[in-house]
């Protein structure tokens, strides 16, 4: 029994001894956007878009658990999907309604602003009717 120390099948190879794959390239794992469709889900469910992104998180993370990377990329680009569309018709539609709420008081008040003299009565030393 050897014990000498250290050994040299336990020492990693020195730099300029070690290969280098280039087609080797470990891709990371997938993200699942759970927090973004939990945040969509809960405070911006435009449509149920938030809903739906939350059930493709919750595949992709499954998936991404069991080891099939392939089909938690392909849910996971789905709730990226879906969360974006629910996130931007939740952002979008608001400003684009209070957009067309100012724009129509604006015109409003304009319309009315220059009918004021149509609904008023002047009396003015004009009047030849009372003479």
Known sequence: MDTSYPREDYLPA????????????V???PRDH????I????????CCLGFV???????ARDRKV????EAARRFS???R?????ATAGSVVLPLLLAALVITGVIHLSKLAHESVGFFTYQLGGSDEEDK
Do not use: Q
């Open 39 to 46: 945040f969509n889900t809960i405070y911006m469910n435009f």
């Open 77 to 79: 680009s789905k709730a």
């Open 34 to 37: 759970l927090i973004w469709s």
């Open 53 to 59: 992104a939350l059930a493709f998180s919750v595949k």
């Open 27 to 29: 891709s990371s794992p």
């Open 66 to 69: 069991a080891g099939d990377v």
């Open 14 to 25: 020195p730099a300029h001894k070690r290969e280098s794959s280039p087609t080797a390239h």
């Open 81 to 85: 999907c879906y969360n974006a569309l």
